[in-house]
């Protein structure tokens, strides 16, 4: 069974703090995502990497980071936590490709406070 | 420029009557187009999709229809359970994408017994 796995479901954190939220995949896909969700703005891409060390930014990247060093893992980091980063992060991965291949597989996410 | 829209927030509708879900989109690179549903506390996961070379797919209960010319896509879920009760999502990617998928804000389906 596919799996992708965040490290925390649920974290609290202080302004100022740097955060790393982990995302871990077992499918050997190529690509990986991480997304924020926040009510009636659905999911916003923040990074995207297409291959180990490879990221491209999406469409809201600032006050964010990325780290792929191996396939299977992709960070997402936070320098310097504000309260706008109060949200709900969720990692997806997928193969490359066109297509069926487009779909996303997700993980169970990840719900950041930062006070 | 919001290039995929879903613009009704939320649907309620009664326990075996249909569910319809909308979605628009404006790109017209847009080739294939896929419905992801999300329980609360839950990533969202894949549904249903289609091709732009398609007009409809059915799956079960669910059936996606594509209106290329209207830029317009809906799902169809017959008969809704109340188990189908959850956000659901349009997104749509472009053979020059790299993958990437763009998706709507999502609609809060709820289905009353």
């Known amino acids: 069974d596919v799996k992708v796995t965040q490290s925390s479901r649920y974290l609290v954190k202080r302004t100022g703090e740097k955060v790393f939220l982990e995302c871990v995949q077992d499918?050997?896909?190529?690509?990986m995502f991480w997304y924020r969700q926040d009510p009636g703005l659905g999911l916003r891409l923040i990074y995207f990497?297409?291959?180990?060390?490879?990221?491209e930014k999406g469409d809201i990247p600032e006050g964010y980071s990325v780290s792929r060093e191996k396939k299977e893992r992709f960070s997402l980091i936070l320098e310097s936590a504000s309260t706008n980063q109060t949200s709900m992060y969720l990692c997806?991965?997928?193969?490359?490709?066109?297509?069926?291949?487009?779909?996303?597989?997700f993980g169970p996410g990840t719900r950041l406070t930062v006070l | 420029d919001q290039q995929v829209k879903q613009n009704s927030p939320s649907l309620s509708v009664q326990e075996g009557r249909i569910s319809i879900l909308n979605c628009d989109y404006t790109?017209?690179?847009?080739?294939?187009f896929l419905w992801y549903k999300k329980y609360p506390a839950e990533g969202p996961t894949f549904l249903i999709s289609?091709?732009?070379?398609?007009d409809k797919n059915e799956d079960g209960r669910f059936t996606v229809f594509l209106n290329k010319s209207a830029k317009h896509l809906s799902l169809h879920i017959v008969p809704s359970q109340p188990g189908d009760s959850a956000v659901y999502f349009c997104?749509?990617?472009?053979?020059?994408?790299?993958?990437?998928?763009?998706f709507g804000d999502g609609t809060t389906l709820t289905v009353k017994p």
């Open positions: 997806a991965s997928s193969v490359s490709g066109t297509g069926r291949n487009n779909e996303q597989f």
């Open positions: 499918m050997d896909h190529e690509n």
């Open positions: 990497s297409y291959d180990v060390k490879m990221k």
């Open positions: 790109n017209s690179m847009f080739d294939y």
């Open positions: 289609i091709s732009s070379i398609k």
């Open positions: 997104a749509a990617s472009a053979d020059t994408n790299a993958g990437k998928s763009t």
